[in-house]
């Protein structure tokens, strides 16, 4: 079976070690917990189903799949930032690999379920988490920032290992020795992914952050939900989701008045803006606010000065996302750490709201990580500041005002 270029004991230690967690079912497989936990096929027939869960990506843009018999394929258009297009093939373990022609011919191959994954961002994990899989982890590349005490109690139990060196980069050899069944990338293009690549081991991308809304953000979960088979539990879960985030968003379809809102923060003299077609620009559309840069290009953030904001943002009523960590903790350090900050409207009216409420002591923080899986919470949030009678009840989840 092709799956990588290892070498025979190294490919003999890697399936030996992905046999060994339980996983969701699948037919024509032994029971979970007896000598095949993986529910592999054992009596593999053609022209059989092997996938009676699927799932489709309706909200998210940078994703589709399509099932086979006995395999999936899926197929990512961006999977980096700038990074060409890439799809490849899940095959249910036990089944024979597919002839693959064409533009499948390179493809990688992974079988699934996966019961060892390395994520690259604590923003991967929640999804393993709302689908019940924690124990499909291997890693991540800092254990220090997660927020999930479920998750923290693995980390703990020596069940998930960090692969991050002393010089905050990707250890290629921690990645090794953890021999997952497969390396989820993100950001943009690192020499350390061509590195784990050559050891074998499959590296494919979670491109979350490109999509241009929150739902389409959030429905990347289902990519974890194809490597560990659990396809009905996520279109069960993203569908209350969806369902609860356009329930909020239609509290604000009415509303006239709509306050102008501004986010970020400088950093080493510059701002990063982002643009008008990012999933921040619509959860403030959605919560009945006025971006004052949504007329800007773009899905994701780009630098500019800072009299670039003061120029065209300081009229703004708020101030989001200042910052994601707790370094300020009132308005007053905000204006000590640059005087020129004092001139927005919104600094001046104390409207200046962080989601910092869960903050671990390490610095993790959960708007980065459930947020990105429950954008109906954090949307709640966001109504809850701008149009509080609303929601006049609303306990807030992410979000907090400075003193």
Not at 29 to 58: H, L, M, W
Not at 239 to 253: F, N, P, Q, S
């Amino acid at each position: 079976m092709r799956l990588s270029r290892l070498t025979a004991p190294f490919l003999a230690l890697l399936l030996a070690a992905g046999c060994t967690q339980p996983s969701t079912g699948t037919s024509g497989a032994s029971a979970p917990g007896t000598e095949n936990p993986r529910q592999c096929i054992t009596d593999y027939r053609e022209g059989v189903d092997y996938f009676p869960d699927k799932t489709t990506f309706d909200k998210a843009k940078g994703i589709t799949v399509e099932y086979h018999d006995s395999y999936k394929v899926v197929h990512e258009t961006e999977p980096l930032k700038g990074a060409k297009s890439q799809s490849f093939v899940l095959l249910q373990c036990g089944a024979p690999t597919p002839k693959l022609e064409g533009d499948l011919a390179s493809a990688k191959v992974i079988e699934v379920p996966t019961a060892k994954v390395a994520t690259s961002s604590t923003t991967q994990l929640p999804a393993f988490e709302i689908l019940g899989k924690i124990d499909a982890i291997a890693g991540v590349e800092n254990t220090d920032y997660v927020y999930s005490p479920e998750i923290k109690k693995a980390i703990e139990a020596g069940k998930i290992s960090g692969y991050g060196n002393a010089a905050g980069e990707i250890s290629v050899e921690k990645v090794g020795a953890l021999q997952p069944d497969v390396f989820v990338a993100s950001g943009t293009p690192n020499p350390a992914y061509d590195s784990i690549s050559e050891l074998g081991i499959p590296v494919i991308g979670n491109a979350e952050w490109l999509e241009s809304s929150p739902l389409g953000r959030a429905e990347w979960l289902k990519l974890t939900a194809l490597l560990t088979n659990t396809e009905a539990e996520a279109n069960k879960k993203f569908a209350t989701i969806v369902a609860d985030y356009e329930k909020t968003a239609k509290l604000t379809r009415s509303v006239t008045s709509k306050p102008s809102v501004v986010t970020g923060a400088p950093y080493k003299g510059q701002w990063y803006r982002s643009g008008g077609q990012s999933y921040i620009a619509r959860f403030l559309a959605d919560a009945g606010a006025e971006y004052v840069f949504a007329k800007v290009p773009g899905t994701g953030s780009s630098p500019v000065d800072l009299e670039v904001i003061l120029a065209e943002a300081s009229d703004a009523q708020f101030w989001l996302n200042a910052t994601t960590t707790s370094e300020w903790k009132s308005v007053s350090d905000v204006v000590a750490s640059d005087s020129r900050l004092s001139e927005l409207k919104a600094t001046k009216l104390s409207n200046v709201w962080n989601p910092t409420l869960r903050v671990g002591d390490k610095g993790g923080n959960d708007y980065w990580q459930t947020g990105v899986v429950r954008p109906d919470q954090v949307l709640a949030d966001m109504v809850a500041i701008f149009h509080p009678d609303l929601l006049p009840d609303h306990k807030f989840v992410f979000y907090q005002k400075l003193s």
